[in-house]
């Protein structure tokens, strides 16, 4: 069964980013055989992107990124602040692509949405 994770990138309280990225998962997973879950950054401790390796982290880095790895497909949503993204979205990406397999990048597809 296909899974969706929806990744919330805004560290602020819960607001309208959070209610429309909930309503998209629960339309996803009201589609016959998918499951869709939604995972708020603010609601985990997240380190900056750095080169180290995941189990070097002592906060909720490897369990994010191991979370949206995992995934067969991401929906990114973030507030913009300032023409761009927040940090904890940011850097969330780069760990993902500092810690995973070659093979496992070149199977995924980026594509943003405005």
Same mark, same amino acid.
């Given at each position: 069964?296909?899974r969706?994770?929806? *990744?919330?990138?805004?560290?602020?309280?819960?607001?309208?980013?959070?209610?429309? *990225?909930?309503?998209?998962? @629960?339309?996803?997973?009201?589609r016959?055989?998918?499951?869709?879950?939604?995972?708020?950054?603010? @609601?985990? !401790?997240? %380190?900056f992107?750095?080169?180290?390796? +995941? @189990? !070097?982290?002592?906060?909720?880095?490897?369990?994010? *990124?191991?979370?949206?790895?995992?995934?067969?497909?991401? +929906? +990114?949503?973030?507030?913009?602040?300032?023409? %761009?993204?927040?940090?904890?979205?940011?850097?969330?990406?780069?760990?993902?692509?500092?810690?995973?397999?070659?093979?496992?990048?070149?199977?995924? %597809?980026?594509?943003? *949405?405005?």
């Open positions: 069964m296909p969706l994770l929806a *990744v919330i990138g805004a560290v602020t309280p819960p607001g309208r980013l959070d209610a429309a *990225v909930r309503f998209a998962a @629960e339309c996803a997973a009201a016959p055989q998918v499951s869709a879950d939604v995972l708020s950054l603010g @609601e985990h !401790r997240i %380190s992107a750095d080169g180290r390796p +995941l @189990e !070097r982290f002592s906060d909720d880095t490897a369990r994010v *990124v191991g979370a949206i790895a995992q995934a067969d497909a991401v +929906l +990114l949503a973030s507030p913009v602040y300032r023409a %761009s993204f927040t940090g904890a979205l940011k850097s969330t990406p780069t760990s993902i692509a500092a810690t995973t397999p070659t093979s496992a990048q070149m199977n995924a %597809s980026l594509r943003y *949405v405005r």
